[in-house]
């Protein structure tokens, strides 16, 4: 289904986009007239998206973010693939839920790699990239509603979150010269594969009385949002942080 022609012309690299927030956004993207640079290390789900956007449309390759070579790669594949790109949305990451007593070190090192120095590797290619070519691109990343709200058994994972939503607020500062806006999406609970089964489970009675609309977000619903900071209608807007929870805290 084709939306607009809001993208027309505009590529953009997507990481973790075979799943969840990630797919939605690559569909929205392509459903607004682009193009999509997937990077996911989901190597399984490549034929299927690509069918399902058009050859012509989406390229897929393997990347593991939180491998600095696996990144620039993927950029450099939106060059050679589709002259280059406009757009870089970070969406990958991880999520391991436990006590926080029972944490082992090398679980938080993984959520840390994946989410914090992932989106440190994906930030810093773009902008480099974005400013050795001239572009004045677009950077959105993924943080989340845990950057500003503890829950329990998720300690690391709102730490490496709030990492994120720092570092983008940083890099929209110091890319603002070349003409490149930052922003982040902090979603709440999102009815995807990365939600546990703990968090599936204490949903109705730990998260939806926190929520004005007592349901999870759709992946699409985050999509939207995404792609809107990604678009010319977003043109003044860097540096920020939209938190698209369902009312969490309001009331």
């Given at each position: 289904m084709k939306y607009s022609e809001r993208f027309a012309g505009k590529v953009a690299v997507v990481t973790g986009g075979c799943s969840g927030i990630g797919r939605a956004i690559a569909k929205r993207f392509v459903a607004d007239s682009g193009k999509v640079v997937v990077g996911?290390?989901?190597?399984?789900?490549?034929?299927?998206?690509?069918?399902?956007?058009?050859?012509?449309?989406?390229?897929?390759?393997?990347?593991?973010?939180?491998?600095r070579a696996d990144v620039d790669a993927m950029i450099q594949a939106a060059y050679d693939k589709f002259g280059g790109f406009d757009c870089m949305f970070g969406i990958a990451?991880?999520?391991?839920?436990?006590?926080?007593l029972d944490f082992t070190e090398e679980e938080n090192d993984r959520i840390f790699n994946v989410n914090y120095k992932g989106m440190f590797n994906t930030t810093q290619a773009a902008g480099r990239a974005f400013v050795a070519h001239k572009t004045p691109g677009v950077i959105v990343n993924a943080s989340s509603i845990n950057a500003r709200c503890a829950c329990p058994n998720s300690t690391s994972y709102a730490a490496s979150k709030g990492a994120i939503l720092n570092l983008t607020r940083g890099a929209a500062v110091e890319l603002a010269k070349y003409g490149i806006r930052a922003n982040c999406i902090a979603p709440g609970s999102t009815d995807t594969n990365m939600i546990t089964d703990i968090a599936r489970n204490r949903f109705p009675t730990y998260t939806a009385p926190k929520l004005l609309i007592k349901r999870m977000a759709r992946p699409e619903e985050q999509a939207n949002l995404a792609?809107?900071?990604a678009s010319d209608e977003a043109s003044y807007i860097s540096g920020e942080c939209y938190f698209n929870v369902g009312g969490w805290g309001v009331s």
């Open positions: 996911d290390v989901d190597t399984a789900s490549f034929e299927a998206l690509t069918a399902e956007l058009g050859a012509e449309n989406c390229y897929c390759i393997k990347c593991d973010v939180s491998v990451g991880i999520n391991i839920m436990k006590d926080f792609c809107f900071l």
